[in-house]
């Protein structure tokens, strides 16, 4: 995250490589190239913020593919996808797989620049997102199986009460198994604690 | 073979090893090399001068005597030599040139004799001493040198010469004359002759044999060699030579010759073939007899193979095996028995005695063999045995006849109905195979023969048998003698001599029962008188004729006939018909002798025969043949009386009923009278015919012939009967009997009654006719009619009948289609006026090629029926009589079914060409959209720079035209994206898709290809394959694609049994996957990544267009497509589509 936010363009065509390239860092952005898909996955830092320029139709793995690939890393990386034709089934497609954006060759310098920016603004976010999720996700390991029994019985909205009734321990315990939770959650509400659990559950494209 | 080595040129002298020779003669030198050192050697001494004794010389000749070479040619080399020197430098060539030339030729001649006298070698300073070392050392070498010289005309010989031939030096002059007298007289020619021409000849050494006569008048024989030495300007000056003994080498070698030949004429002579055969079976050398034995020329046979012999290849591997063997291992030499085949191909029988060829040594060089044609030994034997068996067969087949005989003999002896008596001398019984009593014949032995015979007939019979003792020859008699039953019987016997040892020992009698014979000769005498009798004197005139129809005698009767002309005059031995030709009478007489049957006629007419004025005369008349013994007719009987009277009364009456009833018949008419008064009915013959009724048998009522009525008509017929009878007094009627026979007949009756007076019927007279045969046919016309008509409507064609001017006569529905209009509305019209212009014309003309050419024609046309369009196929073609049929069928199943198959398949081609070029399109926009991109990314780069850098006039110019750059590049990115727009017709329509049904039809597409390319299709589905979501176009597009692949790799390859199997299954992940295989070359690994690329294409034709469309298609569905080796070793493609869950559209 201290790393200045980089464009990884990935085309097979040289020319298409260095021509954005050029345009990229003549508008202070910083860029890497790859001329093909495995190149990249070769090099790839999950760690590393930015987004990926990809072009659609390479030969061996295809920008497409490269992409249901990063989704299924499970990496926060944005994506753009460049094609020479975009009709609504590969749109679709590229969308499904998680693409940020699709723009179409020949492009317009100052439009491609926008988006680029726009789409390493998201990606910043997005890091975030996933950062704060695998920090809840690592608080949310570090309870205790009962903890974890708890916490599921709060998230339904019961009362310690009646969580210990049901569990067959004193309150007391209960109470200090919230507490617990509480503080490895790094929270001290009820409300936030149901909507970290809600966020963690849900599908990490819904932010 | 060479007996002797000839060294010249490069062939090497000498074969012993003894190192390096004197005065530098070495065995591995050429004669050419010798020459030379010789020739040297003769120069240096040449140059030194005559003072010096020339050792080397000697030398020389040793180390010459020493390598081999003969005297000859040392002599040669000397020779040689000199006329190098001479052509070198003549002026050297003087006298004691040949001085020193001598001495140098005699000193190398003395060291050649020295060793190979083997004797010490001294110095003879000249050729005289030469020659006398000779004489001393002469015997084993008997050679002398002469020397004549041309000018003083001396003759030097050698004394040892002298000697050789029994004289001392001094007896012979040294003169040619007198040496002359030397030579034997028959020699003495030639010797001149020779001599001379050696001295003409500039450059040739002489060489001839001759005989000198020795002392004792013994001739000798000399070999005479010699050279003419000639002076500067090639005058002869002397004659140079020497003469050796050859005598006892001609002795020896003509001993030699003599043997040779000698040996030569005793194997020419011998019968049997003689060759020599190499140790590789290669015939060296083969006696005449043995060319003659296999029909070789001489000498063809020589350096040929002895296998040719061998008739088949069999016997020659065999041969060959054999003496292989006998190469090795050497077994004694014993005698072959072989088959050889001649030149000509005859294949005979061989002895081959051989033995083995030695060498000195003793080791085997090769094979004698000397053949013996054993063909006729082997035929003897043969024949020999063959007559010994034949011989032993002759015996033992007679001995099986006679064996035979003997049985069959006696067997006949016993069966014979006759009975066989032997008797003796005595006329005692010795042998009797029966008797007439019925006793065994044993029973008669020794008893008297006669005692037998009837006692009128014993002396007769004793006097012929004792006849037969005395003559010994055959007789027969009749006798009379005792029978069965104690009756008397004729017997014919027959009386045989017994003959034992030339005299007749017993006599045999053969007495056959003749007793029936003669009763029967007895009787038929007795028949003979009484026909005679009757045969005269009836009043039948009778003639017996045989059966070539010659008189054999007639009876008195026609005897009498004859005289009046009434019949042929009776004349025994003539021929019937050379008195009375007739030929109508002779086939008559023939047919009967041929058939032998009896022929008569009833009132036959005859002429008469004594001319034409005199009336005809008609007889009753009969021939009947007389059979002989074999059933053929041997004679005839012929019969006449006289019936002319009766005849001529008959026949007026008859020709008047004659008429009539020839009439009826003609149209199965009869009539008939029924008196209702007596109840008597009469009938006509054509009316017995009709009821098929015996007039014999007729007793007509009226009751029995309505039985005969059909049971139908039967009540029609008695009212109409009973009507006309009572009523109206006429009927006529139409009715069918059913006659006893079974027969039915149609018939029309017409009828008249009479009434009498008081009005009541008293005779009915009627006609029947007989008119089934017409009815007949008028039902069968009339059923196969309705047939006909039954066919034609079942059929699914409607048939127009018209006339040649287009007028629609008769109509023939079909059983579904409905005609255009109703038929009322368009029989009887013209087509033109019935069926719109532009159909009319194209059936008018159709009509007029059709009766043009008599050929079917064929039209199709559109009509509306019933306000539908209807296709219709019109055959139009000649009808029966001159009238044109149109056999019209409704088509419009079968048109629509094409139409709709044809748009189908135009519109996959359209998709697919669509695809193609969309393909192609987004292929190009790809390749141009990345330098366009390029470009305008450069040019949006160089902005930014000059953005950001000082102004100037230039960089405001510059930022210009890079904005210009900018645009065009977007420009042409837009022109591109364009031009794919304009190519990609139409979206894809999504929807629900039954795969089986796009499969199917496919299929279909495909069928006609695969049945012609032999590929057996398979589809296999596992349970229901739920719908796809897709569009069908573009799947079916798809699966053509795969298919249309496979057969033609399928074709390409040429593979034996092509198989192409579509396999859809369901996925768990809720999709369909389909598999085309085929049982092709398959993909290579290399490949499989490929054949997806656009433009890429293993086919020679191929665009690389369809896998690339096909996988962009199926990937735009959402599913994948691959491309792996098939169970067969064929590929096998597959592709996936997601499950729809709608239900499928059209």
């Not at chain 2, 350096?303 to 003496?323: I, K, M, N, W």
Request: aromatic content about 6%.
């Amino acid at each position: 995250m201290t790393e200045e936010p980089t464009v990884f363009v990935v085309d097979d065509d040289q020319i298409v490589r260095d021509s954005l390239a050029t345009l990229l860092t003549t508008a202070q952005i910083r860029t890497e190239t790859f001329s093909d898909a495995l190149e990249f996955l070769d090099r790839f830092d999950p760690e590393r913020s930015g987004c990926v320029l990809l072009d659609v139709r390479m030969p061996g793995m295809s920008g497409l593919e490269l992409q249901r690939h990063l989704l299924q890393m499970d990496v926060p990386m944005t994506t753009i996808i460049l094609t020479g034709h975009a009709d609504v089934p590969m749109a679709v497609g590229a969308m499904k797989t998680g693409a940020t954006d699709l723009i179409e060759k020949p492009f317009r310098a100052d439009d491609l620049i926008r988006r680029v920016r726009q789409a390493m603004g998201q990606n910043v976010e997005a890091r975030r997102i996933w950062n704060r999720k695998r920090e809840l996700q690592r608080s949310l390991e570090s309870l205790t199986p009962r903890e974890k029994t708890v916490l599921s019985m709060i998230v339904e909205g019961k009362a310690t009460k009646a969580i210990a009734q049901e569990l067959g321990t004193s309150f007391n315990t209960v109470r200090n198994q919230r507490t617990s939770i509480m503080r490895k959650m790094k929270t001290d509400s009820v409300v936030d604690l149901v909507r970290i659990m809600t966020e963690l559950a849900g599908n990490p494209e819904q932010n | 073979m060479r007996w002797f080595t000839v060294i010249r040129g490069d062939d090497k002298i000498g074969s012993n090893d003894r190192g390096k020779c004197a005065a530098g003669i070495d065995q591995s030198m050429t004669i050419q090399e010798c020459q030379d050192v010789y020739l040297d050697l003769l120069r240096e001494y040449l140059a030194a001068g005559p003072t010096t004794v020339p050792g080397v010389f000697s030398e020389f000749g040793e180390g010459a005597a020493d390598a081999g070479m003969s005297s000859a040619d040392v002599i040669e080399i000397h020779e040689t030599a000199l006329e190098c020197l001479r052509r070198d430098c003549p002026s050297l060539i003087d006298k004691s040139f040949v001085k020193l030339v001598s001495i140098s030729l005699s000193e190398t001649l003395n060291g050649y004799n020295a060793v190979k006298s083997r004797a010490p070698s001294t110095a003879p300073d000249s050729l005289r001493d030469v020659a006398r070392q000779y004489t001393t050392t002469a015997v084993p070498h008997q050679i002398g040198v002469w020397d004549w010289d041309l000018k003083s005309n001396e003759l030097f010989i050698d004394p040892g010469l002298k000697e050789m031939l029994g004289y001392a030096d001094h007896e012979i002059e040294n003169r040619p004359e007198a040496w002359a007298e030397i030579v034997h007289p028959d020699d003495r020619e030639r010797t001149r002759t020779l001599s001379q021409a050696a001295l003409d000849d500039r450059s040739r050494m002489f060489e001839f044999e001759q005989r000198l006569l020795h002392k004792n008048g013994q001739a000798l024989w000399f070999l005479c060699r010699g050279r003419t030495i000639r002076d500067r300007n090639g005058g002869p000056v002397r004659l140079l030579g020497t003469n050796t003994n050859i005598t006892a080498a001609r002795l020896v070698a003509q001993e030699i010759r003599e043997g040779v030949d000698r040996y030569h004429a005793l194997i020419e002579t011998v019968p049997y073939g003689i060759q020599e055969i190499s140790l590789d079976g290669i015939v060296l050398y083969c006696n005449s007899a043995c060319d003659r034995m296999l029909g070789y020329r001489p000498g063809e046979r020589i350096g040929r193979s002895v296998l040719d012999l061998l008739p088949t290849q069999e016997e020659a591997d065999d041969f060959c095996r054999y003496f292989q063997m006998c190469k090795t291992v050497q077994p004694p030499a014993t005698p072959l028995i072989t088959r050889h085949r001649t030149a000509e191909g005859r294949i005979f029988d061989v002895q081959m005695d051989w033995n083995y060829k030695r060498d000195a040594t003793g080791a085997v060089v090769g094979y004698i063999s000397v053949i013996t044609d054993i063909t006729d030994r082997r035929n003897y034997e043969a024949s020999l045995r063959d007559a010994r068996d034949e011989l032993e067969q002759r015996v033992a087949e007679r001995t099986a006849a006679l064996e035979a005989s003997e049985s069959r003999w006696r067997s006949m002896v016993q069966a014979a109905p006759d009975y066989l008596v032997t008797v003796d001398r005595d006329a005692r019984i010795t042998y009797a195979n029966r008797t007439p009593v019925g006793v065994p014949g044993e029973l008669l032995h020794g008893r008297c023969v006669f005692d037998l015979a009837d006692a009128a007939y014993r002396d007769e019979l004793r006097t012929l048998l004792n006849d037969v003792f005395t003559t010994g020859e055959f007789a027969s008699v009749e006798a009379l003698a005792r029978g069965p039953k104690g009756k008397r019987h004729w017997y014919s016997m027959r009386y045989g001599p017994i003959f034992r040892d030339g005299t007749v020992d017993g006599v045999s009698i053969f007495a056959t029962d003749i007793h029936e014979r003669k009763q029967s000769e007895a009787l038929l005498h007795e028949a003979h008188q009484v026909l005679e009798a009757i045969f005269e004197n009836t009043q039948f005139m009778i003639a017996y004729l045989d059966a070539e129809f010659v008189y054999f005698t007639a009876n008195r009767a026609w005897s009498a006939a004859a005289a009046e002309g009434i019949c042929p005059p009776f004349s025994a031995g003539e021929n019937f018909f050379d008195i009375y030709p007739d030929e109508e009478l002779h086939a008559i007489f023939e047919s009967v002798v041929a058939s032998v049957e009896p022929h008569s006629e009833w009132a036959r007419p005859f002429h008469n025969y004594l001319g034409e004025q005199k009336r005809t005369t008609y007889w009753n008349w009969t021939l009947a043949p007389v059979k002989g013994r074999d059933g053929k007719a041997v004679g005839l009987i012929m019969t006449l009386l006289d019936v002319t009277d009766r005849v001529l009364a008959e026949q007026t009456l008859r020709k008047s009923e004659e008429r009539l009833q020839a009439a009826q018949q003609m149209a199965h008419l009869g009539n008939w009278d029924w008196n209702l008064q007596t109840g008597h009915v009469e009938w006509s013959d054509e009316m017995f015919r009709i009821f098929e009724v015996n007039p014999e048998n007729f007793k007509g009522s009226f009751e029995a012939f309505l039985r005969t009525v059909h049971p139908d008509d039967r009540e029609n017929v008695r009212d109409t009967f009973t009507n006309a009878m009572e009523n109206t007094g006429r009927y006529s009627i139409d009715y069918r009997v059913v006659l006893p026979s079974g027969t039915e007949k149609f018939l029309h009756g017409q009828a008249q009654v009479t009434f009498d007076e008081r009005g009541k019927a008293k005779l009915i007279s009627g006609t029947t006719q007989d008119v089934t045969a017409r009815m007949k046919a008028a039902e069968q016309l009339r059923q196969s009619e309705s047939l006909q008509r039954a066919i034609l409507e079942a059929i699914p064609d409607m048939i127009f009948r018209m006339d040649r001017d287009g007028t629609i006569l008769d109509f023939i529905p079909a059983a579904e289609t409905p005609p255009f209009l109703p038929p009322s509305e368009f029989l009887g019209k013209k087509v033109e006026d019935v069926l719109p212009p532009e159909v009319a014309r194209l059936c008018a003309e159709a009509q007029v090629r059709a009766a043009e050419t008599g050929n079917v024609e064929v039209i199709e046309y559109r009509l509306d029926v019933d306000g539908q369009p209807h296709d219709f196929e019109a055959r139009i073609l000649v009808g029966a009589k001159e009238d044109m049929l149109s056999i019209v069928r409704d088509v419009s199943a079968e048109r629509q079914a094409e139409e709709r198959n044809r748009r189908h398949r135009d519109e996959l081609a359209h998709v697919t060409r669509l695809s193609t070029m969309g393909e192609m399109a987004t292929g190009i926009a790809h390749e141009l959209n990345q330098p366009m991109s390029g470009i305008a990314s450069y040019a949006a780069a160089c902005l930014m720079i000059l953005d950001s850098a000082e102004s100037t006039p230039q960089s405001a110019t510059l930022v210009d035209i890079i904005n210009k750059i900018e645009s065009q590049a977007q420009r042409a990115g837009e022109i591109v994206r364009r031009l794919r727009k304009l190519v990609v017709r139409r979206d894809s329509l999504y929807h629900a898709v039954d795969l089986m049904a796009a499969i199917r039809e496919v299929m279909a597409l495909v069928d006609a290809d695969a049945t012609h390319a032999g590929v057996e299709t398979r589809i296999h589905t596992s349970g229901d394959v739920p719908c796809v979501l897709a569009d069908r176009i573009q799947i079916e597009q798809v699966i053509l694609n795969l298919v249309r692949n496979a057969l033609e790799a399928m074709e390409v390859a040429d593979v034996r049994r092509p198989r192409l199997e579509i396999s859809v299954t369901t996925t768990p992940n809720d999709e369909v996957s389909v598999e085309v295989a085929d049982n092709g070359p398959g993909v290579r690994p290399a490949e499989a990544d490929r054949v997806f690329e656009q433009f890429y294409s293993t086919k020679n034709e191929g665009m690389g267009m369809g896998l690339s469309i096909s996988k962009t298609i199926i990937e735009a569905h959402g599913g994948k497509m691959r491309v792996r080796k098939s169970a067969t070793g064929g590929a096998t493609f597959h592709f996936t589509l997601p499950i729809s869950k709608g239900s499928p559209r059209d």
